[in-house]
């Protein structure tokens, strides 16, 4: 039985609206925007309403630019 209660409609965590994806990666919503038109993958519920599975939008962006790490990952300890 599909659940009717007041978060039904809500999608899961890993989705986001723009300003959730600005915030992501350090850009204002008019740069997802543009991103947009150079064809960041979107889920489109209405013609206002756009949703972004953030790990995909990850994964295009290190596709698109190349993006790495650089330096260590927080969980290990500087080498000496």
């Known amino acids: ?3 009717t209660g007041a978060g039904a409609s809500r999608l899961p965590e890993p989705f986001g609206s723009k300003r959730d ?12 925007d543009n991103y ?9 519920l209405s013609p206002r309403r756009i949703k972004f599975d953030l ?7 290190k596709q698109q630019y ?3 790490r650089l330096g260590r990952l927080n969980s290990q300890p500087a080498a000496r």
């Open 36 to 44: 947009l038109a150079a064809g960041l993958p979107h889920i489109a």
């Open 21 to 32: 994806l600005a915030k992501m990666i350090g850009l204002s919503v008019r740069s997802v």
């Open 55 to 61: 790990d995909e939008c990850r994964q295009w962006f």
């Open 1 to 3: 039985m599909p659940d």
């Open 66 to 68: 190349g993006a790495r």
